[in-house]
């Protein structure tokens, strides 16, 4: 019988000053687990070097979910996300409809990081980065993560939503996740982590 595989009791001590990316299936608690990092991270930190990316999309169901759906951004803190972020592979109804989202995704995402790089601070956070990288240029991100002490992501990692239309998003996601992981200092899958504290929502950052 295989051995069970550790679970891992991930702290805002054990993140800051590393490269961490989390990755789990939709739905499974990736935007849960960085707030609450990000909670312990605002206790060690001056909120005003933390930067956040929001990418996610707003709740579907189980899948999908902002930082705001577990904290209350005022404060310092500099919080950045799109007007509007599309689900392509769940909105589109044909190939072009998924390049299309992708696309626009990436139109919107994509100032977001020129912003962080024009204005760097020490702590980053980006929220569903996967969405971006079914366009966007992995490179881009890595620039970012260049710039900053600390980087947290959480990346969609899974089989619910591989259907794609044939368009390739699907493989191109989970390729540059893949790359992405080798820049990192820590890479964690949800199913390994236990959760350590109740959440509840929370109130700290500034919405910029």
């Known amino acids: 019988m295989a051995k069970n595989k550790p679970i891992i009791r991930l702290r805002g001590s054990e993140v800051l000053g590393k490269k961490v990316l989390i990755l789990g299936e939709a ?16 206790a060690l930190v001056n909120p005003e070097i933390i930067t956040i990316v929001d990418m996610a999309p707003k709740r579907i169901n189980s899948v999908g979910g902002k930082m705001t759906d577990y904290v209350n951004m005022i404060g310092g803190v500099k919080y950045l996300s799109p007007e509007k972020v599309y689900t392509p592979r769940l909105s589109g109804t044909t190939a072009k409809e998924v390049l299309r989202y992708a696309e626009l995704n990436r139109k919107a995402m994509e100032p977001l990081l020129y912003e962080y790089i024009q204005n760097p601070t020490e702590v980053l956070l980006i929220n569903d980065v996967t969405l971006y990288l079914q366009a966007g240029e992995l490179e881009k991100i890595l620039k970012c993560i260049k710039l900053t002490k600390t980087f947290l992501a959480t990346a969609y990692y899974g089989k619910k939503l591989v259907e794609d239309f044939g368009t390739g998003i699907s493989m191109r996601e989970k390729m540059l996740t893949d790359k992405l992981a080798t820049f990192m200092d820590l890479v964690v899958k949800t199913d390994r982590l236990r959760e350590m504290f109740t959440m509840r929502k929370i109130t700290f950052g500034k919405s910029q």
């Open 27 to 42: 739905g499974s608690g990736k935007t849960k687990i960085a707030a609450k990092l990000f909670q312990e991270l605002t």
